[in-house]
Every structure is written in C-alpha cells, then in structure tokens.
C-alpha cells in the first residue's frame, strides 16, 4: 500500500544516519505495519548485519515468526524463535548461531533480552506493542549490539499511547 511504501522509504532514510533510528509505527491490525517491519530487518541483514523482532507475548511471537516465514518461503535468510518455552537443546544450537552470525533474524519474547542471548552484529531491533515493553527492558535490548553501539529501532503499536507520543 501506500502508506507501507512511505514507512519503507522513512525506514530507508534513517538507516543510512549517523545516529540510530527511534521510529514509532502505528497502525490498525492487519494494517501492514509487520511488512514494514520485516523490511527494516531485511535491510540490516542486506549489510552483512543481525536484526531481532521482541513481542510481549509468547503467542505474539510465534505469529510474527510465522509471518516472517510466510513472507520470505524457503531458507532465504536464517531465522528463528526464541520464547521462554524453547527446548534447551535447540536454545543452545540458536544462541551459538545467533553469535557467530550465522542466524540473521531471530524473533522472540523477552527471552532476546537474557544475559546468555549475544548477537554477533545486532543492527535493527522492532518491539512490538511497545507500550507493554518496560524502558529497562529496551535498553536491555539496545544493550545487545556491539560495544558503543545502538541499533536502529523500530517501535510499533496498534494504538496511540500518549505517552509514548509525547
């Protein structure tokens, strides 16, 4: 749609400045605002570079994951979900791929933001419902990218807080 080309064209011109995007998307469900998303994570693998998709649920995640799955078929990028309940064993099989750099977009809940999780190259970060996701825990997040580094963030939310518009 329209208003998706905009927010792609607006994603594209902050991710080529010098200091790190914080841009909010709002928009009704099914509004499109996860096709922006997964473009904006697209482009920081396209420079070699990790992007992390954080939901506030487990159910949350898991639809973001299948979505991203239904956008790019096949294994066109590598990625994966990370919730509270994955299977210790494919937990460390993801988190020693997601460090090396060989796992490019990884999806999850506030498991992304646990101290055993390390990126190799964490470049754009989108936090879905943001307003359910504390400012300590969006640090935590920011905190994964290489040293003196922030990655670019996408917040979204289907609907306005003024808080956060403020």
Do not use: C, W
């Not at 995007?21 to 998303?37: D, I, N, P, W, Y």
């Not at 994570?41 to 954080?54: C, D, K, N, Y």
């Amino acid at each position: 749609t329209a208003d998706q080309s905009k927010a792609m064209a607006a994603v594209d011109d902050e991710l080529v400045r010098d200091r790190p995007m914080q841009r909010l998307l709002m928009g009704e469900v099914g509004s499109g605002k996860t096709v922006v998303a997964v473009y904006a994570m697209l482009r920081a693998v396209e420079s070699g570079a990790q992007a992390a998709l954080m939901a506030p649920t487990e159910t949350l995640a898991e639809q973001h994951f299948a979505t991203l799955q239904a956008l790019m078929p096949g294994e066109l990028v590598q990625a994966a979900l990370l919730t509270g309940a994955t299977p210790g064993g494919r937990r460390a099989d993801l988190l020693l791929k997601l460090a090396s750099g060989e796992l490019k977009l990884l999806v999850g809940t506030h498991a992304l933001i646990e101290e055993a999780v390390e990126f190799d190259r964490l470049a754009v970060a989108v936090v879905d419902e943001q307003h359910r996701v504390g400012v300590n825990q969006r640090r935590a997040l920011d905190r994964k990218a290489p040293d003196g580094l922030a990655p670019h963030v996408l917040h979204m939310a289907a609907t306005p807080i003024p808080r956060t518009l403020a």
